[in-house]
């Protein structure tokens, strides 16, 4: 399938409009096996750029650190044309292998001070989305929405975003400081935000930024229950990626691949354009370091689904139990507070 234009989306009633797919930059500096090449990433995210994707993830807590470094050197250049959005709420500690994440902490003075560093690391005198990671438990949201209010004011920020955060706690943060995006795990084998995410974005003009949009490579139709994976790759110690859970949950990739033949394109691109179909409000972020998935990916956009399309994937997958947990539980802990 050739690639079409890349498309843009307004997320919510913010007015931040970003590419229709952005990139996820976690996985350039680990945690899915072993730390790939930095220059080759280098190129991927300028690659990215070249072919008008215009929507960077990172965060303070990819790497630590390394993520928004290799962010920021691959984006100087081209500033001007792209948005960056990270993220804070972790707190950390010195090891003798350098830094490393020891909990939540959303104190405001810690969300200020950790912002000057994200800054620095991404050379930029303005972050354009800032997102809390996780919601901290210890500190009032309205506490952390104000905190982040005054950075805006102070111009070190222009949007504010939220993270795997319950609808409750998303409308007492937004009516202090406006909501632009809320990042949440959101696609074919995780659709839980439809219950109650959806309908409060909705209603409050807040767009959905989509991690894992490809089930953390599972929708891609590239696994089976004979992959491997390295001690290091955190699909390792997740319950959906047992392999009895990625035998069990092949009928899932069956239903994509078949519409993806009817449609001349790859399961992963069917997986995202279902998603953009979902709301003209949401943006898929897959993360990969290859250019020949980011190419397959940003495809999507040309992926024309019908409501007939989606009537048939919405009725097929509703009678698929997707088998497995989506997180271990004490990452799972730390989600819809």
Excluded at 61 to 88: C, D, H, M, S
Aim: charged share 25%.
């Amino acid at each position: 399938m050739e690639r079409g234009v890349m498309q843009k989306r307004k997320l919510g009633k913010s007015g931040l409009e970003v590419s229709a797919i952005g990139l996820g930059c976690m996985r350039m500096t680990g945690g899915y096996g072993p730390i790939p090449d930095k220059q080759e990433m280098i190129a991927v995210i300028r690659g990215a750029v070249a072919r008008d994707v215009t929507f960077f993830d990172t965060a303070q807590v990819y790497g630590p650190f390394a993520n928004e470094e290799l962010v920021g050197e691959a984006l100087a250049p081209i500033r001007a044309q792209v948005r960056i959005a990270t993220k804070f709420g972790f707190q950390f500690e010195d090891s003798g292998s350098g830094s490393r994440s020891v909990g939540v902490n959303s104190r405001p003075e810690h969300i200020k001070q950790s912002v000057e560093g994200s800054l620095k690391r991404l050379r930029v005198e303005t972050i354009d989305l800032l997102y809390q990671h996780r919601v901290d438990p210890q500190v009032p949201i309205e506490d952390v929405a104000g905190a982040v209010k005054d950075l805006i004011r102070e111009g070190k920020v222009k949007h504010f975003g939220m993270s795997e955060a319950a609808a409750q706690t998303i409308r007492r943060a937004h009516a202090v400081q406006p909501v632009t995006a809320l990042q949440s795990e959101y696609s074919l084998w995780w659709k839980r935000p439809e219950e109650e995410i959806l309908p409060a974005l909705e209603e409050l003009g807040i767009g959905l930024v989509s991690y894992s949009p490809l089930g953390k490579g599972f929708l891609t139709g590239a696994m089976t229950e004979d992959t491997s994976f390295a001690k290091e790759d955190l699909r390792s110690r997740i319950p959906r990626f047992t392999a009895d859970a990625r035998k069990a949950n092949q009928p899932l990739i069956a239903l994509l691949t078949s519409i993806a033949e009817r449609k001349k394109a790859a399961p992963a691109q069917i997986a995202l354009a279902w998603l953009l179909a979902q709301r003209p409000w949401i943006v898929p972020i897959p993360g990969t370091s290859k250019l020949t998935r980011l190419e397959e990916n940003i495809g999507a956009v040309a992926v024309e689904l019908t409501p007939e399309d989606l009537h048939e994937i919405d009725s097929s997958a509703a009678k698929i139990t997707v088998q497995g947990a989506r997180y271990p539980d004490d990452l799972e802990r730390m989600t819809n507070l």
